[in-house]
């Protein structure tokens, strides 16, 4: 067991040989094409270091997973006084702490929430949230946006992107799944009367797709038109929830109330596996029916509720939801600057701490990504549209390590002009 903490002593280039041969090849070729195989050794903060030595400040945060930091000392804290006391716990019983996140979790939300499902990751969040709404409706469609993403479960990916269901024969009928545009009111209403949805699931701002920003008034509508047409709306939070856009959940920023949450990634705080699925009390009545209808021996381990309800009351602070506000307004005013500077940023999607960055050239974000690397700056392109750089710092930063950031920010972009200026085959 030593070898996996005497980061000095591995050897990177071995280390990613050997992955090549037994884990992940495709997606070690996505990054050599990026000129760039990160390997995570020591973590801190804002911070991760490479394997080879280099430090490379985060904003991908692994989707929002370290919204609180690498490795939070807080969240390790809980970790280890958990450990002094539980393990995983049994899934079919009556659980302290799986009672109490249910609570605190619901707490959180608009009235109206009366259960907590509790699953290992997102993914399966999803599915556990369709098959409510399903249940709930006695329907099966399930309405979502082009190019939104839902995770690789079974219903989540069928939900998502179809090519993905399509690389594994894995296509879901017309009949059960339905995608419309993102932002567009008219075609969400032509779909919804036109068929007897059971749920029009909601990636509240499609991270994939380039963190594409809603009309102000568009939640409200899909909110009314779901009313309107006897579906429930699924929020798909994963991303955006746990203070991201300024709000504990994006539902409340956008001012609605769904029948269904999906959180997961930060709920882990980057330590132990955990994601949920929170009902409303029409949504989650099947669990009165059956309480077996739905079973995950890892979901809403013991140790990971205690890592989650740390993860609650940090982000709840007056100190850090003051922190999430005013870095907002930092970033906005520190990115309209840099546009200013440099034509090859196009465009600075945001809400909060949720960013993407639109450059000028259709794989604008893949090429920064690399650009970035060799700055000292992790970031990463959206899946779906490789123009776009996705932008993420943590909940916790302040404005002197944004500083920081902007300038490496500034340096990575500069580095692609003059990539892109000098002829190299992009």
Excluded at 133 to 149: C, H, K, M, P
Excluded at 296 to 314: D, N, R
Excluded at 319 to 334: G, Q
Aim: aromatic share 10%; hydrophobic share 40%.
């Amino acid at each position: 067991m030593a070898e996996l903490f005497d980061f000095e002593a591995l050897d990177k280039k071995k280390l990613i040989e050997e992955a090549l041969m037994h884990v992940c090849p495709g997606r070690i070729e996505t990054f050599r094409q990026l000129n760039t195989i990160p390997v995570m050794a020591r973590r801190r903060g804002h911070y991760f270091w490479d394997l080879d030595g280099r430090k490379l400040f985060d904003v991908h945060i692994n989707g929002g997973t370290y919204n609180l930091g690498h490795r939070n000392p807080e969240l390790i804290s809980a970790l280890k006084e958990a450990l002094r006391h539980y393990d995983m716990g049994n899934h079919h019983f009556v659980s302290i702490a799986r009672t109490e996140l249910a609570r605190t979790l619901i707490a959180t939300m608009p009235g109206g929430f009366k259960y907590a499902l509790f699953t290992a990751g997102g993914g399966e969040a999803i599915d556990a949230a369709i098959r409510s709404a399903r249940r709930a409706t006695g329907r099966r469609l399930i309405i979502s946006f082009e190019g939104a993403y839902h995770g690789h479960g079974g219903l989540g990916l069928a939900a998502g992107d179809p090519e993905m269901g399509r690389f594994f024969h894995s296509e879901a009928p017309e009949k059960d799944f339905f995608r419309v545009p993102f932002n567009d009111t008219a075609a969400l209403e032509e779909a919804l009367k036109n068929s007897e949805a059971a749920a029009l699931l909601c990636e509240m701002i499609p991270a994939t797709s380039g963190f594409l920003m809603p009309d102000s008034d568009y939640y409200r509508e899909a909110r009314k038109l779901c009313d309107k047409y006897g579906t429930m709306l699924i929020a798909d939070e994963v991303q955006t929830g746990l203070g991201r856009t300024g709000s504990t959940w994006a539902c409340q920023t956008f001012g609605i109330e769904p029948d269904i949450l999906v959180a997961g990634k930060g709920l882990s705080g980057g330590l132990y596996p955990i994601a949920a699925a929170l009902l409303s009390e029409e949504a989650g009545a099947w669990l009165s029916v059956d309480g077996w209808g739905y079973s995950s021996t890892t979901g809403g381990s013991e140790l990971g509720c205690a890592v989650a309800l740390k993860v609650l009351e940090i982000i709840q602070r007056p100190a850090v939801v003051e922190n999430i506000k005013l870095m907002s307004t930092f970033f906005k005013d520190s990115l309209k600057e840099v546009k200013a500077r440099f034509p090859f940023l196009l465009e600075v999607r945001q809400q909060g701490l949720v960013m993407g960055l639109k450059f000028d050239h259709p794989l604008g974000g893949a090429l920064m990504t690399a650009c970035a690397f060799q700055s000292g700056l992790w970031a990463f392109p959206a899946g779906y549209d490789r123009s776009v750089l996705q932008f993420k710092p943590t909940l916790l930063i302040t404005e002197s390590e944004g500083k920081k950031l902007i300038r490496l920010l500034a340096k990575s972009i500069k580095m692609c002009e003059n990539l892109l200026e000098g002829g190299a085959d992009a």
